[in-house]
Every structure is written in C-alpha cells, then in structure tokens.
Antibody, heavy 112, light 107 residues
Framework: EVQLVESGGGLVQPGGSLRLSCAASGFMISTSTMNWVRQAPGRGLEWVAYIGGSSNTIYYADSVKGRFTVSRDNAKSSLYLQMNSLRAEDTALYYC?????WGQGTLVTVSS | DIQMTQSPSSLSASVGDRVTITCRASQGIRNDLGWYQQKPGKAPKRLIYDASSLQSGVPSRFSGTGSGTEFTLTISSLQPEDFATYYCLQYNSYPWTFGQGTKVEIK
C-alpha cells in the first residue's frame, strides 16, 4: 500500500527556513516522479515543485523558484523540500504526491 | 503556462441530482487531466485520471469525459458523502495547474 507521510512544518518568521520531509512506503521512491503541492488556508491547490525519477529533472513554480529546493534520499525513501527566505504568502498546508496518492500534509505558517 | 478555467465555482444540489462540473484548458492538453475531491480537513482524493479513467475504489456514479481543451466531471446521482469541493488538474506540462475549484453544497 502506498503511503506518504509529511513532516517538518511549523511556525517560522518571515525570512526564515524550514525543511519539509515526506516519508514514502509501498513503492520505490528512487524511480518515481514526485511533486509538492500546497494549499493556503481557505484557498485552492497550487503546484510547487517536481522531481523526476532520476532526479535529473526538477521544476519549480515561479512563486518559489530560487528559494525552494526539492531533493530525495533513496536510502531513506524520503522526499524533501528545503524552503528558504520564507514569506507570509508561503503559509499553507504542504502535500507530497505521487501518481494520484497524497499525504495528509504538513502546515507551514510564516508569521512574525 | 496552461490556465484551467473551472465552472461553476459553487453549486447547490439535492441528493439524487445529476451534477456536472466543467474545466476548460487555455490550450490543448490531450487527455492529461485529473479530477479530485476534497472534503474539509482532508487531503484531495483522485477520482478520475487521464480524463476518463475511474480511480480504483471510486464509485461508478463518477465519470469524466473530454479531450483537448474541454473536460467534464459528472456525478450521476449525488449522494450525501459527495458534498465536497472538486478540482481539476492538468498534468500535460509543467507548471501543473489546477482549476479554481467547485464547491458542491446541499440544497
């Protein structure tokens, strides 16, 4: 059974950093394309980042480009999202997804 | 970027009603479209992929049609557990883009 469990969210001040993790099970993360999607409180869904099966292909939404970095650790079967220079508008529930499967999300709040 | 225009933004319907939600893409996306259902406090759940393929375990009252730029999600007979927000998602090209959502409420 495919399972995705996000962690690492929390309250951070503007300009700060956080690293989100997504623990994957039930499939081989090393060969899977993965995405991060976020949802601001009361708002719709916004795609954030993509990492290809070989990690050679990575894409970011314009809103996070240059500030966020997606990576994976195959040995730990985990996906990461390093978020730097955080802004109030980055406040959201962050989900990792793989081919229709979604985790439960981890909440990031950027506020002073 | 491909824009996804979803309509309506909300609708009120009764149990047993037939409900239709539409997504229009700003350019052709073949059949690279999914439909998601989201209930309050829960992660989105995929109902349909590749425009018309029913996700395993999803009731057959849900169906999807379309190709190119026009897509439709139909609920043939609305059930109490179907009251939720629905989103379309195009995955033809990055950046992936979602529709704005359709909130289905009880009449």
């Amino acid at each position: 059974e495919v399972q995705l469990v996000e962690s690492g969210g929390g309250l951070v001040q503007p300009g700060g950093s956080l690293r989100l993790s997504c623990a994957a099970s039930g499939f081989m993360i090393s060969t899977s394309t993965m995405n991060w999607v976020r949802q601001a409180p009361g708002r719709g869904l916004e795609w954030v980042a993509y990492i290809g099966g070989s990690s050679n292909t990575i894409y970011y939404a314009d809103s996070v480009k240059g500030r966020f970095t997606v990576s994976r650790d195959n040995a730990k079967s985990s996906l990461y999202l390093q978020m730097n220079s955080l802004r109030a508008e980055d406040t959201a529930l962050y989900y990792c997804t793989r081919s229709g499967y979604w985790g439960q999300g981890t909440l990031v709040t950027v506020s002073s | 970027d491909i824009q996804m225009t979803q309509s309506p933004s909300s609708l009120s319907a009764s149990v047993g009603d037939r409900v239709t939600i539409t997504c229009r893409a700003s350019q052709g996306i073949r059949n690279d479209l999914g439909w998601y259902q989201q209930k309050p406090g829960k992660a989105p759940k995929r109902l349909i992929y590749d425009a018309s393929s029913l996700q395993s375990g999803v009731p057959s009252r849900f169906s999807g049609t379309g190709s190119g730029t026009e897509f439709t999600l139909t609920i043939s007979s609305l059930q109490p557990e179907d009251f939720a927000t629905y989103y379309c998602l195009q995955y033809n090209s990055y950046p992936w883009t979602f529709g704005q959502g359709t909130k289905v409420e009880i009449k």
